[in-house]
């Protein structure tokens, strides 16, 4: 049996190489192959050592570049090769991340693993907004919701996320934000509901749009990178307090679709001092 | 307006330090005071300079050391001396971690604040047990749930949670299993439905009990660390394949309340090769 686990399938996070984990980072600098996902950006793959093998399995919400069971494949050969695979999801891998297809894959063959975990773009997007994902005496539960399933749209319990003060984060939510909003609608939710949108979370070209139910396909009909949709949350009113860093970029107002705007990285200046 | 955030508030994860972002493990760096929960372990902690001032806020589940408005009055106090404040939690501070009364604190107060997400107790058990919290065929959502509220335990969806498939991580759960488990089995539940139990995730100590809802509140009656409770989720069956080190400690079998085993801390030794 092997005690040090061969594969290791890791969380590279929403983007930001500053929200790795110590352990992620150990994987990447212990790894002879890196397997990755197309989101993971090249900021975090310059992580690995340049012996590494870095290959780019090119999956994606849509357009798959390599179909799940060739990825499986190559991850297993790779490791009959006796090669240290670290395979690199973006975001966490038990959150949307088809963690399963590929773990019984590893199974099947014997192969020993371990899974670390990554920030999930539910909570990296809620810290951006100044938000809390849970609030005593509004939910007591917060939703990691995809929108879509094997068999297409993916359907949830809209009645209860259509009550006041639901708060749910949806993933993969561009091309179902009809298909969401005309369920929750059904089920009584107020077009005025608050959604925030946010389009590559913590990376450079980070949008925060704050809009609301009734406007949200206009919102996402433009958005070209990744997104997670968080319905029940508008980003906090008191923006003056809500750390930005120069040349200080606005949130966009809350309940309006107007123009996005690029907010602030997220790359902690921390040590830089008080302005 | 200041450009540069006073109070960062962040979240140090489960408890292994390996489980820190590179953003936090800055912050601690840069901090001239801490003021931390008690979950937060003294490994993390000694990544502040020797320099900082370390409080303890004492704030856990039940029998606060310190009122959450003596904490909130503390943390506005000290960036008034223009200190640089950490307000470190355990976990995510946006999940549970109650907030929004730190941050609306600081807003009235116009003090600027960052918050930087950390690794939720959630992700790190179903890592732990070698699953994934979403599985397509299975769920498309996971709920982050928690057993208490303001008024007491909590009410939730337990309709929707009763029903096969239904996943679920259930967060300060151990005084609560009892009441959790009357209202899932009333919604027509099985008492034999999968459930795990993680205490101490990711720490030294983290024990994992495979057991069923039928046995629940059993299983978590002599529970003395934080527990996370999966509801839906049992350990993967192929331990085997699951990595662990010497001396290879086994996950306590599914569908048992026997005498909970001490898992293999998370540390990862991804860096000592392959045995």
Redesign the interface.
């Known amino acids: ?6 594969v ?1 399938i890791a ?1 590279a ?1 929403p983007g ?8 992620v ?3 990447l ?2 790894a002879e192959v890196v397997l990755h996902d197309r989101l993971v950006p090249a900021e975090i793959l310059a992580l690995a050592t340049p012996q590494a093998q870095v290959i780019e399995t090119g999956k994606e919400g849509f357009g798959p570049a390599m179909a799940q069971e060739e990825i499986s494949a190559l991850m297993v050969a790779l490791a009959r090769e ?1 090669k ?1 695979v670290l395979r690199l999801k973006a975001g ?9 297809e590929e ?1 019984e894959a ?2 099947a063959a ?11 773009a539910a ?2 997007a ?3 907004i ?8 509004r939910n ?7 929108a ?3 068999r297409g749209f ?4 809209w009645r ?1 996320l259509a009550r006041p003060g639901a708060v ?1 984060a949806i993933y993969m939510g561009k091309r179902a934000a009809r298909f969401v909003q005309g369920r929750l609608m059904m089920h009584g939710a107020a077009p005025e509901t608050d959604v925030t949108v946010l389009e590559n979370v913590s990376r450079g070209s980070e949008r925060v749009i704050g809009t609301t139910l009734a406007e949200l396909p206009a919102t996402v009909a433009d958005l070209a990178g990744p997104a997670v949709i968080l319905l029940g949350l508008a980003p ?1 009113a ?1 923006r ?7 040349p ?1 970029p606005a949130l966009s107002a809350p309940h309006r679709s107007a123009a996005p705007v690029t907010a602030a990285p ?10």
Chains 1, 2 share one sequence.
């Open positions: 049996m092997s005690l040090i686990p061969q290791v969380g996070g930001d190489p500053d929200q790795l984990t110590i352990a980072i150990k994987a600098a212990a006796g240290r966490d891998p038990g959150v949307f991340g088809r963690l399963d773990i590893l199974e014997g192969i020993g693993y371990r899974i670390l975990p990554g920030i999930t909570t990296a809620v810290a951006r100044g938000q809390s994902f849970t609030r005593r005496g007591t539960a917060a939703l990691l919701l995809s879509h399933d094997t993916a359907e949830a319990d209860a749910a906090r008191a003056p307090a809500l750390a930005q860093r120069a200080a997220l790359t902690a200046e921390i040590r830089e001092g008080r302005a």
